[in-house]
């Protein structure tokens, strides 16, 4: 199985989408979007900034566990990472966002 981008709604009815890798392991979410277009526009954001990598913030999170945020040109954040137990380990989800993005089909579950 390739990595997909995956549109689906959550609970509140709100759009989001997540990018998945090729074992099912979410490594980028987005935030909650009230219309569909705009979770779009999203991911297509997300292609075209994924290999940039001044476009990342990485982070030390909650009990020294690390994270990061894919933002855009203006600095509105695209999508987040899941908590990793190391910055190796973040650095590898980012690697893994930068590989797959550009190229990941959608998946739309809201249709």
Known sequence: MAAIFELYRDHAGDFRFHLQ?????????SSAYKQKSSAENGIASVRSHATDHQRYDREAGVMGKS????RSDDGQVLGSSQSYHSASGRDHGIAAVIQHAPDAEV????A
């Open 107 to 110: 998946y739309d579950r809201t």
């Open 21 to 29: 890798s090729e074992k099912g392991e979410v490594i980028l979410a």
């Open 67 to 70: 994270m990061f945020h894919l």
